[in-house]
């Protein structure tokens, strides 16, 4: 149990403290009723991590997925974003094939470079001189009346 009650209070994360405090309140012999009323759980999640709990202890209530590794690490994200600031102009391609030649990486999506030009404070997006959408006929019109 002190184990349990030092997992609770050391955990910033809510999905691993509702699991932990279901539990908690299970051994504390709560009814599933009012443990699933103030955690707003179900009674299949109560025992879901109740049983998890049993098996494997604290470890067991831990989130199973910590995401995936970038491609860069902080430190080459910070060099790109340095070398990104004290440039004039941007071009995306010029990014990609920078990043390439430096750290022999190449984002699958364009999206990772615009999230450096983020970083960087640059926005990428070009102005346009008129709305490449716009009906020429119906802004002829607008304007007659």
């Known amino acids: 149990m002190d184990e349990l009650t030092d997992f609770i209070q050391s955990n910033p994360d809510a999905r691993e403290l509702k699991r ?5 309140m299970v051994q504390q012999h709560y009814p ?3 443990i699933r009323e103030v955690l707003k759980i179900s009674v299949g999640f ?3 991590w109740k049983q998890i ?5 604290t470890r067991g209530l831990r989130l199973g997925y ?6 860069l690490t902080p430190e080459q994200r910070q060099a790109v974003r340095q070398w990104l600031q004290r440039k004039n102009s941007w071009n995306l391609s010029e990014l990609q094939q920078y990043v390439d030649e430096q ?3 190449v984002f699958q999506s364009k999206q990772s470079y615009y999230t450096l030009f983020a970083e960087a404070g ?8 008129r709305n490449p959408k ?3 006929e119906a802004v002829e019109k607008k304007n007659k009346t």
Do not use: C, F, N
């Not at 709990?53 to 202890?57: A, K, N, P, S």
């Open 20 to 24: 932990a405090l279901a539990v908690q």
């Open 32 to 34: 599933y009723s009012q």
């Open 46 to 48: 109560i025992t879901k």
């Open 53 to 57: 709990y049993e098996h494997q202890g």
């Open 66 to 71: 910590q995401g995936s590794q970038g491609y």
């Open 103 to 105: 750290y022999d990486v």
């Open 122 to 129: 640059i926005s990428w997006k070009k102005t346009q001189k």
């Open 134 to 136: 716009a009906d020429p």
